[in-house]
């Protein structure tokens, strides 16, 4: 059964910093682009980062740029989103994705419903 899991999720004061994960199984991840997307009540979801399977290019959105590095440990057939700086408005359900091309040429060319993988989501709540 292939499936992706993430953790790492929390609640967290504003400045503060949180690691997600995403561990895949049934499949190995070295030959995918992954993404973070994440997604707030009343939003559509939106792309974080992403990770391309070929050269480990990583694109970020606006939003999140200097705050969040993405990575991934193929040895371990993991992905991470390290969260630095957060801010309120960074409140959502965050969802890792895979996929074999979907993700390896940025977020803006990344369709959610074409991706062939996704993780349950974890909850990230910035607050005082």
């Known amino acids: 059964q292939l499936q992706l899991v993430e953790s790492g999720g929390g609640l967290v004061q504003p400045g503060g910093s949180l690691r997600l994960s995403c561990a895949a199984s049934?499949?190995?991840?070295?030959?995918?682009?992954i993404g973070w997307f994440r997604q707030a009540p009343g939003k559509e979801r939106e792309g974080v980062a992403c990770?391309?399977?070929?050269?480990?290019?990583?694109y970020y959105a606006d939003s999140v740029k200097g705050r969040f590095t993405i990575s991934r440990d193929n040895a371990k057939n993991t992905v991470y989103l390290q969260m630095n700086s957060l801010k309120p408005e960074d409140t959502a359900v965050y969802y890792c994705?895979?996929?074999?091309?979907?993700?390896?040429?940025?977020?803006?060319?990344?369709?959610?419903?074409?991706?062939?993988?996704w993780g349950q989501g974890t909850q990230v709540t910035v607050s005082s």
């Open positions: 994705a895979a996929d074999l091309g979907e993700l390896d040429n940025g977020l803006e060319t990344a369709h959610p419903g074409d991706i062939s993988y």
């Open positions: 049934g499949f190995t991840l070295d030959y995918y682009g």
């Open positions: 990770i391309s399977s070929s050269d480990g290019s990583t």
